[in-house]
């Protein structure tokens, strides 16, 4: 049985910080490239970046500077730094494992569940 569970959604305001971390159970962890995707209110999910078992990165353009991912290979977890947060970054975070690096959500094979993000004005 695949999980993967995300944590360390929440209310914030505009310019803090957040992390955010997904667990991994049930795959090959080390193998799969890692990704985080968002969708906000009213928008198509979008690609916020991924991670190689590696450890190379890569992100989109409206999360570049600001956002990080990381992943501890020994612990089955990814995590998502997000700092200088701003009110368009609103929306249900959830993370995905695939095989290879893709900003494609439908080259991701497992999803978590997603948790909140709200940045207030």
């Known amino acids: 049985q695949v999980r993967l569970v995300e944590s360390g959604g929440g209310l914030v305001q505009t310019g803090d910080s957040l992390r955010l971390s997904c667990a991994a159970s049930g795959l090959t962890f080390n193998s799969l490239v890692m990704g985080w995707f968002r969708q906000a209110p009213g928008k198509e999910r979008g690609f916020v970046g991924s991670?190689?078992?590696?450890?190379?990165?890569y992100y989109g353009d409206s999360v570049k500077g600001r956002f990080t991912i990381s992943r501890d290979n020994g612990q089955n977890t990814v995590y998502l730094q997000m700092n200088n947060l701003k009110p368009e970054d609103t929306a249900v975070y959830y993370c995905?494992?695939?095989?290879?690096?893709?900003?494609?959500?439908?080259?991701?094979?497992?999803w978590g569940q997603g948790t909140q993000v709200t940045v207030s004005s």
């Open positions: 991670i190689r078992w590696n450890g190379n990165t």
């Open positions: 995905a494992a695939g095989r290879a690096v893709s900003y494609r959500g439908s080259d991701y094979d497992y």
